[in-house]
């Protein structure tokens, strides 16, 4: 072979390996341009168009919600239209006037919720989707407290989730690196039993359902399930999301994940059974952190301020607010915004309510003004 032609031969070859490289990455083949536009999608079927609601339209729980739909051509009519509100089919249209309204019973909850319509002519079917953003009837009132005792608090702990059971507060502290499980005496904030997690791990919520604590992780998505008497590690827990705060409604786990959204969980198997989404009056109440279940109602710290809400668990709408902002003012804290409310624990027997934050030198038992 002359030195001409392996020359050549060479830069052919240099040339190929990159292409095979590429082709063998796993990534998606790119398709020639030519030939994506030598075969154009099929037209979307259009047998009818939805006049109400507006897309993303704000509405609230007990408001009337009218469907109104319109055929696309008024020589080729539907044979009929479906129509669906949050999943559920509700009515069968198949002559004018193309309207109805969604039945109370179906609008439940607050949150962003699908409205279908499926049209159906000459065997073809169209989907048509809207959504609409349910918030809540009522304007929550935003409460005071009164500070009924005062207890020690290790101001390490970075708070990361809270509950009071038999006489001891439990709480899981967060931080890469600073990660644990405690049980701590009350009136004296000393720590009588710690695990600590493993160092990449960050901790957060933590609670109780049948003598087994769970402890979520934030971005790992791993949990566990430790046997309350002895921290003995039962299982390890796996979710989809990150994990922010727990608390258990009766034979559920509610978490949150820094959103406004609450999972109602079952515990065996970690899945999800239900989900709602937490509004007031006027806005999604997300930053949702450490949670606890109070008289039937999900209290919530948001995260960054001092406000506590009391969130109704069957429609997710707040019932009010519980504003803490005088508790332990900013120019007491190392770091403005670090050193935030957050932990909540309730003592059912006694009707007590305890409050902390992260890295606060005490812990507080109060008591609603209303």
Not at 267 to 279: G, L, Q
Not at 289 to 300: D, H, T
Not at 347 to 362: A, C, L, N, Y
């Amino acid at each position: 072979m002359n030195s001409e032609v392996s020359k050549y031969l060479t830069v052919f070859l240099f040339m190929l390996i990159p292409a095979w490289i590429f082709s063998c990455s796993g990534r998606p083949e790119v398709r020639p341009k030519a030939a994506a536009e030598s075969m154009p999608p099929e037209p979307a079927v259009r047998i009818a168009r939805m006049l109400l609601p507006d897309n993303e339209a704000g509405l609230r729980l007990n408001e009337k919600i009218t469907v109104s739909l319109l055929p696309e051509k008024e020589q080729n009519l539907p044979d009929s239209i479906k129509v669906f509100f949050d999943g559920n089919a509700f009515a069968v249209l198949t002559s004018a006037p193309w309207e109805c309204t969604v039945p109370s019973s179906l609008v439940r909850s607050t949150g962003r919720k699908p409205v279908r319509a499926v049209a159906y002519r000459n065997g073809k079917t169209q989907i048509i989707t809207r959504f609409v953003v349910l918030r809540s009837d009522i304007e929550p009132k935003i409460f005071g407290y009164q500070v009924v005792n005062t207890y020690p608090h290790d101001r390490n702990a970075f708070t990361q989730g809270l509950f009071y059971s038999n006489g001891f507060l439990y709480e899981g502290t967060g931080q890469e690196a600073g990660s644990s499980l405690r049980e701590v005496d009350l009136k004296t904030g000393r720590v009588l039993r710690q695990l600590n997690l493993d160092p990449s791990l960050f901790g957060e919520g933590i609670t109780l359902y049948n003598n087994m604590i769970y402890q979520v992780t934030w971005t790992n998505k791993v949990g566990f399930v430790y046997d309350r008497a002895d921290f003995k590690l039962i299982k390890r827990i796996y979710y989809q999301t990150q994990g922010w705060g727990l608390t258990t409604v009766d034979d559920r786990i509610v978490m949150s994940d820094g959103s406004n959204i609450l999972y109602f969980i079952e515990p065996e198997m970690f899945t999800v059974a239900s989900r709602i989404e937490v509004y007031d009056n006027e806005k999604m109440v997300d930053q949702l952190n450490e949670l606890e279940y109070i008289n039937g109602e999900i209290w919530a710290n948001i995260w960054q301020t001092d406000m506590i809400a009391r969130i109704d668990p069957a429609t997710g709408k707040v019932n009010s607010y519980i504003d803490l902002s005088p508790l332990f003012p900013q120019q007491k804290r190392r770091k403005v915004n670090a050193d935030v409310l957050n932990g909540i624990a309730y003592d059912s027997p006694g009707s007590r309510i305890f409050v902390t934050g992260k890295k606060w030198p005490e812990l507080y038992e109060i008591r609603i003004i209303e």
